[in-house]
């Protein structure tokens, strides 16, 4: 019922910048959380950054200073804007959504994820 629509992943160089877009639609009454994730290859999928409602956010200690997470809550989206990017951080990147219906029932949806490429 909830839908993801991730954009905004690319080629890029190292030290160069990419905002991610994800836009959800459809059953939302509340959302609780919205975050990004990424997973490199041969590597476990990991936090990037996520905001919760009320507003709050957190990052990876990799990331602090560089990426920032926003919302625009009358659109149901997130972004995250990656600036100084490093060759490590190609991966996919993921959005997530936690959300509520008008019923209280509960979502948790993932992003069909985006590729981030960092060339050195």
């Known amino acids: 019922q909830v839908q993801l629509v991730e954009s905004g992943g690319g080629l890029v160089q190292a030290g160069g910048s990419l905002r991610l877009s994800c836009a959800a639609s459809g059953s939302i009454f509340r959302i609780n959380a919205m975050g990004w994730y990424r997973q490199a290859l041969g590597k476990e999928r990991e936090l990037v950054a996520a905001?919760?409602?009320?507003?709050?956010?957190n990052y990876a200690d990799s990331v602090k200073g560089r990426f920032t997470i926003s919302r625009d809550n009358a659109k149901s989206t997130v972004y995250l804007q990656m600036n100084s990017l490093k060759p490590e951080e190609t991966a996919v990147y993921y959005c997530k959504v936690d959300s509520q219906d008008g019923m209280w029932r509960r979502s948790s949806v993932w992003g069909q994820g985006t590729q981030v490429t960092v060339s050195s």
């Open positions: 905001s919760t409602t009320p507003g709050s956010t």
